[in-house]
C-alpha cells in the first residue's frame, strides 16, 4: 500500500550538510504527514521531525531546530531533510515514516509505514 525509500545519506565532516530524500509510492497523501526519525547506535529511535499536511506544519526536535528543515515536493512525492551544521551527535540511522494514527508528531507508534533507512556519519 505505502511504500518509503529513504536515500543521500553517508559521510560528511563536521559541519557539512547533506540533504535526505524519502521517495513515496502509494496513499501517503491520505495520511496525517510525514516524519523523519532516526536512530544512534545503542540508542532508540529518536523522533527528528515532521511535517502535516494540513497547513504543512513543521515540527522539530529541539537538538535539530535551525539546522534542520523538513519538506515536500508532491509532484514528486517526495519528502526532503535538509541537514546542515552537522554534528558527530547526529550520526544515526535516519528513518522516514508516514503517520496515519495521528497519536501524536513525535509519537513512533503513530507511524504505519516505515523506510528501511539511511545512514548518516558525522566525523573529521
Known amino acids: 500500500q505505502v511504500r518509503l525509500v529513504e536515500s543521500g545519506g553517508g559521510l560528511v565532516q563536521p559541519g557539512g550538510s547533506l540533504r535526505l530524500s524519502c521517495s513515496a509510492s502509494?496513499?501517503?497523501?491520505?495520511?496525517?504527514?510525514m516524519g523523519w526519525f532516526r536512530q544512534a547506535p545503542g540508542k532508540e529511535r529518536e523522533f527528528a521531525a515532521a511535517?502535516?499536511?494540513?497547513?504543512?506544519?513543521?515540527y522539530y526536535e529541539d537538538a535539530v531546530k535551525g539546522r534542520f528543515t523538513i519538506s515536500t515536493d508532491k509532484a514528486r512525492n517526495t519528502v526532503y531533510l535538509q541537514m546542515n551544521d552537522l554534528k558527530p551527535e547526529d550520526t544515526a540511522v535516519y528513518y522516514c515514516?508516514?503517520?496515519?494514527?495521528?497519536?501524536?508528531?513525535?509519537?513512533?507508534?503513530?507511524?504505519?509505514?516505515w523506510g528501511q533507512g539511511t545512514q548518516v556519519t558525522v566525523s573529521s
Open positions: 502509494g496513499r501517503t497523501f491520505s495520511s496525517y504527514g
Open positions: 511535517i502535516r499536511w494540513s497547513g504543512a506544519r513543521t
Open positions: 515514516a508516514a503517520d496515519f494514527l495521528g497519536l501524536g508528531v513525535t509519537t513512533a507508534a503513530s507511524y504505519g509505514y
